[in-house]
């Protein structure tokens, strides 16, 4: 049997003359629908160092949504997407699901209704090959994105732990994202990086709190005036007590998150710490000073979110993150005066011009 050995400073340390094989893991992989069997050698001892994570008393607040995550720390904070490289391609999986219903439609005629539904009790299903070929597919693709989303997450958690030791998130059930965002949901896996997230910190000797996010009510809180404040969803920007300081809604969550105490918020805390914050969140393009003389104008913050209010400099946009290559892409907001390095995405509120373009799967519609 060939055995392949990267040729990596990892790898020499790990294969080093001292360390014993202890036994052998056999495993089954099924890989463009065939069969194939590995084999993973487990050494004694301690795995070699890869990354060297920061200690407990850096703290990191995380505020999670359904597609993307804030964090904050006394030096860094961003706005990071979950999982950028993952492309579910959906027109190539709704052409493949729809070619196996129509083989097991055409291979089993006797077990549907006249009406096209599944007649209810126990029945014999035949499959074909060429049914087979496509369910095997089928489930390629789904395990390439499960690997892809996999690495992604890994990548963004080491991330995580290089900067801080003790990461507070905001407690959520990731059911209902499913059942409120269910698309985002299934291409980011935000309750997969959850979990994930905590058991690497749990092995790193790190340390994951989870917060009660119906006893902080963290995207309600104003420290300026100790009020609580409801917002609707699409209103991504958080106003500064009565002053014309904007910040990021989520930004705003992962600072709190990041101060937040057991017994709840600490207000003479967070006022201590925003002149920092506020600094790094300005930085970061996640804050930005709007005074307002029309007081009816300066009551909804909401109100620069739109697509006709606003200039051209308080757009949202897309920033290149430091850790690009490993993290995909922070969003931030360009500063007054400043100018976009990017265009914005599809799914920001930004007019766009639709064009429908032809592809492999049909007749498509496309933004520019």
Request: net charge positive.
């Amino acid at each position: 049997m060939p055995y392949m050995k990267p040729d990596t400073g990892y790898m020499k340390e790990a294969r080093a003359s001292d360390r014993h094989v202890k036994y052998c893991r056999i495993v089954r992989r099924t890989l463009n629908g065939v069969k194939r069997w590995f084999v993973q050698l487990v050494v004694e001892g301690l795995p070699p160092v890869r990354k060297v994570y920061a200690s407990k008393c850096e703290v990191v607040g995380i505020d999670p949504g359904s597609s993307r995550i804030a964090y904050f720390h006394e030096r860094h904070a961003a706005i990071v997407e979950v999982a950028p490289h993952v492309d579910l391609k959906e027109p190539k999986i709704r052409l493949l699901q729809r070619r196996i219903d129509r083989s097991r439609r055409a291979n089993n005629p006797d077990n549907y209704n006249p009406d096209g539904t599944v007649k209810k009790g126990s029945s014999t299903w035949n499959t074909s090959n060429r049914g087979r070929r496509t369910a095997a597919k089928l489930a390629e693709h789904h395990r390439c994105l499960a690997a892809t989303r996999k690495r992604d997450h890994g990548e963004l958690v080491n991330d995580l732990l290089q900067i801080g030791g003790t990461i507070k998130i905001e407690k959520n059930n990731y059911r209902s994202f499913q059942r409120c965002f269910g698309r985002s949901t299934n291409r980011r896996g935000m309750g997969e990086f959850v979990e994930h997230l905590k058991r690497k910190a749990e092995s790193a000797g790190c340390e994951v709190i989870e917060l009660n996010a119906y006893k902080l009510k963290m995207s309600q809180y104003d420290p300026a005036t100790d009020a609580y404040r409801k917002k609707p969803l699409k209103e991504r920007w958080h106003r500064w007590g009565n002053t014309g300081t904007l910040v990021q809604r989520d930004a705003m969550s992962a600072f709190l998150a990041c101060h937040a105490t057991e017994k709840g918020h600490d207000r003479a805390l967070l006022l201590e710490k925003w002149t920092t914050a506020e600094a790094l969140l300005s930085g970061s393009g996640l804050c930005r000073h709007e005074p307002c003389s029309d007081p009816e104008v300066s009551k909804d913050a909401s109100g620069l979110t739109k697509p006709n209010c606003g200039s051209k400099a308080e757009r949202e946009y897309m920033v290149s993150s430091p850790f690009a290559s490993v993290r995909g892409i922070f969003w931030g907001t360009t500063p007054p005066g400043g100018r976009a390095h990017a265009r914005p995405p599809s799914n920001t509120w930004r007019s766009h011009t639709t064009k429908f373009v032809k592809s492999d799967y049909g007749i498509e519609k496309a933004f520019i």
